[in-house]
């Protein structure tokens, strides 16, 4: 079970508001053992803040951010819980180095310290894998996929980081999915064909393939979610953005992934995040519009049913989704024009009505 506590300082608002990365979110067990979302952003002034939501029976209740050290990061963050209750958070600094810290049960903040020797190109991803342990992913200077995983008890040591081959070198960061207890870590190549890569044993990884040709250019902006066929078996959904719209392929049973097929809409997707939907089975992507709004699309067994507007508001950086399995509903995290942080949580089946946009860290 976990307190969290209040390292450094403690503020109502995250300060600034010219950063426009999306949040990372992750879950933490209270000391009751129900669980609770903990949320992590980089604040305009490059240090990572932290909020949390002390009372997972009413998600509209956090309390104030919290800034996590003295180190000032880049990009997007990435972060983990354990089975032990204990809750990381990965990032690249300033100086190109991956960083992890960790709270343990009793509130306890360890400081930032880096993850692995070797510096990145890019903001890391997190998947689990068969045993619940959290695998990291990154762009490595080369160009060539890079990951590591804990190595003994407790995640305390480390692998040095080891190389995904692939035919050609990377583009941008990598998005990682766990489907089927197994690590999925999708990329753009340098010739914006989608990438991707499976463990195929403890700490090793197959050649990278491209998941399915593209025509023409897009934008490399990928989301990643898992569908379930009618005998509960998984498969990913990979959606890129183009500027034509979105474009989304699935995997077939027997393997092979799907030619990628046009979405409805006709706005261009700039951002996207994806989530499962174990109620039913369906992959839900969400994306941010040239609107500046945040839209839902659901994909089962190849089908959508179009984009659907996620509640009111504009936003600055793509969404991040969750689907909660203790409130048993999908929680959409984004940031707003302003630079703070809001949350809504799905209030009717299949993600079609929404609550109000509730801004985290303010007591209301």
Not at 152 to 160: D, E, L
């Amino acid at each position: 079970m976990l307190t969290l506590g209040q390292p450094v300082q403690a503020a109502t608002l995250i300060p600034g508001s010219s950063a426009v990365t999306q949040p990372a979110v992750t879950t933490y067990l209270r000391d009751d053992g129900w669980p609770g979302f903990v949320v992590f952003t980089i604040g305009a002034d490059q240090f990572v803040y932290f909020a949390f939501n002390p009372v997972p029976e009413n998600p509209r209740t956090w309390d104030g951010w919290h800034r996590l050290g003295n180190t000032r990061f880049t990009g997007t963050l990435a972060a983990a819980h354990h089975q032990g209750a204990g809750v990381e958070v990965f990032g690249r600094a300033v100086d190109d180095r991956v960083m992890h810290a960790r709270v343990q049960p009793g509130g306890h903040w360890e400081p930032w310290e880096q993850l692995v020797q070797g510096e990145t190109l890019g903001s890391p991803t997190v998947a689990y894998d068969g045993a619940g342990s959290p695998e990291v992913f990154v762009h490595g200077k080369d160009g060539i996929l890079l990951h590591t995983g804990s190595t003994g008890p407790g995640f305390r040591s480390w692998r040095a980081w080891a190389r995904v081959p692939a035919p050609q070198r990377m583009h941008g960061s990598p998005i990682a999915k766990t489907i089927n207890n197994n690590p999925e870590v999708y990329y753009y190549g340098q010739d914006r064909q989608v990438m991707r890569t499976v463990r195929t044993a403890p700490g090793v990884y197959a050649t990278a393939t491209t998941v399915s040709r593209i025509d023409g250019v897009h934008e490399g902006r990928l989301g990643v979610a898992a569908y379930r066929e009618r005998d509960g078996r998984p498969f990913p959904v990979v959606m890129t953005s183009t500027p034509a719209g979105g474009l989304a392929t699935k995997l077939h049973a027997i393997g092979g992934f799907d030619p990628w097929f046009e979405t409805w809409g006709n706005l261009h997707v700039e951002g996207l995040s994806g989530a499962d939907d174990p109620r039913d089975g369906a992959a839900v992507m969400y994306g941010r519009f040239t609107d500046s709004r945040y839209y839902r699309q659901r994909l089962t067994n190849g089908l959508t049913d179009g984009w659907e507007r996620v509640g009111d508001g504009e936003f600055s950086a793509p969404p991040s989704a969750y689907f909660f399995a203790a409130a048993g509903k999908h929680f959409v995290f984004g940031r707003g024009l302003n630079g703070q942080i809001f949350v809504s949580h799905e209030t009717g089946i299949y993600q079609r009505t929404w609550s109000t946009w509730h801004l985290i860290g303010n007591n209301v």
